[in-house]
């Protein structure tokens, strides 16, 4: 029998090339914390910083072959959500995120 985790947060690193490349433009900043990189949204609302567990591919499927999971349901992390963004980008915002969580899985499509 297949091992699920139906709760697992991912931060790919396509996205986070892509807020880099274009966070500005929608209002998010990357900042360079002492634990990490952050995203601020709109000046406002700052998340805790990156971990690297949900944010390096290679350390994740270290991870869960360690812990014995067969399959992973990947889902975005709730700091990152948009919330705070306005209607006019958060489109393009949400639609960048989806992508980049559906390339993520589309590397190891039998475990995500």
Same mark, same amino acid.
């Given at each position: 029998m297949a091992t699920y985790d139906v709760h697992a947060h991912c931060i790919p690193a396509t996205f986070r090339d892509w807020l880099a490349a274009h966070g500005s433009k929608v209002g998010v900043d990357i900042l360079d914390t002492p634990r990490g990189p952050a995203a601020r949204f709109a000046d406002k609302v700052t998340t805790a910083p990156f971990r690297d /567990?949900?944010?390096?591919? /290679?350390?994740?499927?270290?991870?869960?072959d360690g812990m014995g999971i067969d399959v992973q349901v990947l889902a975005g992390w709730i700091d990152l959500t948009g919330y705070e963004l306005p209607r006019a980008v958060a489109s393009e915002y949400t639609r960048a995120h989806n992508d980049a969580l559906a390339e993520e899985a589309a590397r190891a499509p039998e475990r995500f």
């Open positions: /567990d949900i944010t390096d591919f /290679d350390l994740r499927m270290e991870k869960i």
